[in-house]
């Protein structure tokens, strides 16, 4: 039987990662993707608050794996970016990864001009739902925004059209 060829790594930020530990859909990640890596940097910012419970979550999450970066001047040449994002997108180009999950304008706009394949967390639900893994968006959207992440309402109203959601409810 042929070997499987490697499949190459998502790697993730903490923004994304906290709203889906928030949604309680940390299980998406495995569906959508099987491995996630993500680096030290954001491991450290994911566990500065509720340290105990987002342990356990990662500890539940053997698909999210905390990976160093091989080499740490890699981050240097990120400017204007926090440590996490920095890290990220030395990861991404590390380990040539297939897919960068990342909110933040600045690591965006960054990784966009590295030719990086990109989405965020809007990014992760609409493809959750297209694979059958949710149902509707718009909840999940409401419970986001409810726990105080910053979603632009063109943003909002392109992934509900995309999801094919009615708005007018």
Same mark, same amino acid.
């Given at each position: 039987?042929?070997?499987?060829?490697?499949?190459?790594?998502?790697?993730?930020?903490? @923004?994304? &990662?906290?709203?889906?530990?928030?949604?309680?859909?940390?299980?998406?990640?495995?569906?959508?993707?099987?491995?996630?890596?993500?680096?030290? !940097?954001?491991?450290?910012?994911?566990?500065? @608050?509720?340290?105990? !419970?987002?342990?356990?979550?990662?500890?539940?999450?053997?698909?999210?794996?905390?990976?160093?970066?091989?080499?740490?001047?890699?981050?240097?040449?990120? @400017?204007?970016?926090?440590?996490?994002?920095?890290?990220?997108?030395?990861?991404?180009?590390?380990?040539? !990864?297939?897919?960068?999950?990342?909110?933040?304008?600045?690591?965006?706009?960054?990784?966009?001009?590295?030719?990086?394949?990109?989405?965020?967390?809007?990014?992760?639900?609409?493809?959750?739902?297209?694979?059958?893994?949710?149902? @509707?968006? !718009?909840?999940?959207?409401?419970?986001? &925004?409810?726990?105080?992440?910053?979603?632009?309402?063109?943003?909002?109203?392109?992934?509900?059209?995309?999801?094919?959601?009615?708005?007018?409810?």
């Amino acid at each position: 039987m042929p070997s499987k060829l490697p499949i190459e790594p998502v790697i993730l930020n903490n @923004t994304p &990662l906290v709203a889906l530990w928030s949604l309680n859909r940390l299980p998406l990640l495995r569906d959508l993707y099987e491995n996630v890596l993500i680096p030290e !940097a954001v491991y450290d910012e994911f566990i500065a @608050t509720e340290r105990s !419970a987002r342990q356990t979550a990662l500890d539940e999450s053997p698909w999210i794996k905390i990976t160093p970066i091989k080499n740490p001047r890699h981050v240097l040449v990120y @400017t204007g970016l926090d440590r996490g994002e920095t890290e990220v997108l030395a990861l991404a180009n590390e380990q040539s !990864a297939r897919l960068v999950i990342i909110d933040e304008y600045k690591g965006r706009r960054y990784a966009k001009r590295l030719g990086l394949p990109l989405t965020g967390t809007l990014g992760v639900l609409l493809a959750a739902k297209h694979n059958g893994f949710v149902s @509707t968006l !718009a909840p999940l959207i409401d419970q986001l &925004l409810n726990d105080g992440l910053f979603l632009a309402p063109e943003l909002i109203k392109k992934m509900l059209d995309l999801a094919g959601e009615d708005q007018t409810q």
